[in-house]
T-cell receptor
Framework: NAGVTQTPKFQVLKTGQSMTLQCAQDMNHEYMSWYRQDPGMGLRLIHYSVGAGITDQGEVPNGYNVSRSTTEDFPLRLLSAAPSQTSVYFC????????????FGPGTRLTVT | DAKTTQPTSMDCAEGRAANLPCNHSTISGNEYVYWYRQIHSQGPQYIIHGLKNNETNEMASLIITEDRKSSTLILPHATLRDTAVYYCIVRDNTDKLIFGTGTRLQVFP
């Protein structure tokens, strides 16, 4: 299994541009989440999904959209990037049968100028 | 907001036990304590979790006080590769993990 994969690894955007961060998992996990991590801080939950077709907001959802059309994929969309969205983004998934362990992807480092 | 408080940083000599404390005084009866760690620039990695009993696995031990208001993660023989930020997290039976700022553990030779 590849586990949780994220693309791209690095991205630079100009203010106002849009883009989609991709996240995929091949473990058939129902639960998937997006976090952001700013320098010197812990991870903050952006959005999460408990299954295909179901999404909900986390701590810091403003400026981000998500959808979950398949179990495998959970893309994160920035509609109009702002410098405040410069961060490292992590995607995670877990099996509801193993509620304790989330698997994290390697992260996407995003810079908005 | 995170429901835990941890020291900002700790040092530990290689080969010695690293004891990382965590306070969670507002924990509810059905909330578990989880520990994750994040090695520089990588995604967080699950270490261990517990409800009220002490737990041990191949990575670490978790000691939870009887009143459940605090816990300690123990790495019995720290190595240089254990240098990381360690997060103590309290969560209920949902998918939400609310991370705090964690403890930066530096293992030195």
């Amino acid at each position: 299994n590849a586990g949780v994969t994220q693309t791209p690894k690095f991205q630079v955007l100009k203010t106002g541009q849009s883009m989609t961060l991709q996240c995929a998992q091949d473990m058939n996990h129902e639960y998937m989440s997006w976090y952001r991590q700013d320098p010197g801080m812990g991870l903050r939950l952006i959005h999460y999904s408990v299954g295909a077709g179901i999404t909900d907001q986390g701590e810091v959802p403003n400026g981000y959209n998500v959808s979950r059309s398949t179990t495998e994929d959970f893309p994160l969309r920035l509609l109009s990037a702002a410098p405040s969205q410069t961060s490292v983004y992590f995607c995670a998934s877990r099996d509801p049968g193993q509620a304790y362990e989330q698997y994290f992807g390697p992260g996407t480092r995003l810079t908005v100028t | 907001d995170a429901k835990t408080t941890q020291p900002t940083s700790m040092d530990c000599a290689e080969g010695r036990a690293a004891n990382l404390p965590c306070n969670h005084s507002t924990i509810s009866g059905n909330e578990y304590v989880y520990w994750y760690r994040q090695i520089h620039s990588q995604g967080p990695q699950y270490i261990i979790h517990g409800l009220k009993n002490n737990e041990t696995n191949e990575m670490a031990s978790l000691i939870i006080t009887e009143d459940r208001k605090s816990s300690t993660l123990i790495l019995p023989h720290a190595t240089l590769r254990d240098t990381a930020v360690y997060y103590c997290i309290v969560r209920d039976n949902t998918d939400k993990l609310i991370f705090g700022t964690g403890t930066r553990l530096q293992v030195f030779p």
